[in-house]
Structures are given as structure tokens and as C-alpha cells.
């Protein structure tokens, strides 16, 4: 059933605003621990661990994209549930359904996901060397900062809490639609073998 109307339970959360709560209890994701099987927010908000606040979600073009994607990095490491929304409507969706049960839905690919901290020494160590970074590709990137979210990568691009996802700017796009260049923001992991061989060079 869900496979079949799961998009049409979908769109009534942003196209219905007097029933979205309603509806929000029906809606079925897979997720990084759900083995493959749709779930639903009720059910992830049962399996939360004790210390995590938000309900997390990505979204992308296809499971196996946003499940190896080092957005989720810290999450996994913290082992944290993460819902995969794969559907364009998705997007709609987190527009509109701003939390649940009390809990907000935060995307693991933007907005600071506050959960770890960037030591102080290593961003004033970096910090030539990032607005160097910056000056040479300041016409693509908004920022180029330390990640809080990278554990094993080394980089990867973010946006900003009420920035539009590289998801929707891809659906936009697809339909037509005369995007603006979203500027992402570049964060690069200070913790990567890679980026202190760099720094090294560039001293």
C-alpha cells in the first residue's frame, strides 16, 4: 500500500496544514538501522537514544547515495538513526513538518548539527590556510570552515540551516526553473592526514 500511495500520503503534509500532524503518523521511511524497511516517526522516536534531541533525516536521489554520504559521519559514529527520504516530495515534506513529537526534524547535510566541537587551537591552526582556500574559490563556496560533522572524510559541502538542500536545487532545476548559484559551504575535517599534509605545503 505504502509503496503504491506512500508520495499521495506524502503531499497531504504541506498541500493539507490543518490535518499535517494527522497525516505525519502515517508517513514511512527506510532508515540507517531499519534494515531496508520503512518505519514510522513514532517507531523512530521510540528507538531515539537517550541523549539524542532531534529527529534527523537526509534526503538524495537514491538510498545507497545518501546512505554512504559523509554528511552522516558523526551520526553514525554517535549512533544515531537517520531517516533516508528519497521521494522529491520529501522535501516538501521537512518544509512543513518542522518537528514531531515535540522533536525537530534536522537535516544531517545543513545547518550546524551541534554535536561535536572543533578544538579552538586547530581552527586558529587552519585558519590561514582556509581563507586562502576561500579566496581562490569565493566565487562557488560561501565558507570554508572546520567540520563538526566529518569523522573519516576529508571534506564535503554544506548548507545553510534555511539554505535550499543540493537535492531540491536538483529537482528545481530538473522542472525547468531558473535557479540563483547556491553558494554551499566548504568544511574540511582539521582531524584528516590529507588536510595536514596540505597545510604542511602551504606553509
Known amino acids: 500500500?505504502?509503496?503504491?500511495?506512500?508520495?499521495?500520503?506524502?503531499?497531504?503534509?504541506?498541500?493539507?496544514?490543518?490535518?499535517?500532524?494527522?497525516?505525519?503518523?502515517l508517513l514511512r521511511y527506510k532508515t540507517t538501522k531499519?534494515?531496508?524497511?520503512?518505519?514510522?516517526?513514532?517507531?523512530?522516536?521510540?528507538?531515539?537514544?537517550?541523549?539524542?534531541?532531534?529527529?534527523?533525516?537526509?534526503?538524495?536521489?537514491?538510498?545507497?547515495?545518501?546512505?554512504?554520504?559523509?554528511?552522516?559521519e558523526i551520526l553514525k559514529?554517535?549512533?544515531?538513526?537517520?531517516?533516508?527520504?528519497?521521494?522529491?516530495?520529501?522535501?516538501?515534506v521537512t518544509q512543513s513538518l518542522t518537528e514531531y513529537d515535540g522533536k525537530k526534524l534536522k537535516s544531517a547535510e545543513k545547518g550546524d548539527l551541534d554535536l561535536d566541537k572543533v578544538d579552538d587551537k586547530k581552527k586558529d591552526e587552519y585558519s590561514n590556510l582556509?581563507?586562502?582556500?576561500?579566496?581562490?574559490?569565493?566565487?562557488?563556496?560561501?565558507?570554508?570552515?572546520?567540520?563538526?560533522?566529518?569523522?573519516?572524510?576529508?571534506?564535503?559541502?554544506?548548507?545553510?540551516d534555511f539554505g535550499m538542500s543540493a537535492y531540491m536545487e536538483k529537482i528545481m532545476k530538473a522542472s525547468g526553473q531558473d535557479m540563483p548559484v547556491q553558494k554551499r559551504i566548504l568544511e574540511l575535517n582539521v582531524n584528516h592526514p590529507v588536510l595536514e599534509k596540505i597545510k604542511t605545503i602551504f606553509e
Open 130 to 160: 582556509f581563507e586562502f582556500i576561500k579566496s581562490k574559490i569565493e566565487d562557488k563556496v560561501k565558507e570554508v570552515k572546520p567540520s563538526s560533522r566529518l569523522t573519516d572524510s576529508v571534506s564535503c559541502l554544506a548548507g545553510d
Open 1 to 25: 500500500f505504502w509503496t503504491e500511495f506512500g508520495q499521495v500520503v506524502k503531499s497531504g503534509v504541506p498541500m493539507d496544514y490543518e490535518n499535517k500532524d494527522k497525516i505525519s503518523h
Open 34 to 72: 531499519s534494515d531496508n524497511k520503512e518505519i514510522s516517526l513514532k517507531k523512530y522516536v521510540e528507538n531515539m537514544k537517550e541523549d539524542q534531541k532531534d529527529i534527523y533525516y537526509i534526503t538524495g536521489e537514491n538510498l545507497s547515495a545518501i546512505m554512504n554520504s559523509p554528511h552522516l
Open 77 to 92: 559514529k554517535k549512533g544515531y538513526e537517520v531517516l533516508l527520504m528519497t521521494d522529491p516530495v520529501d522535501e516538501w
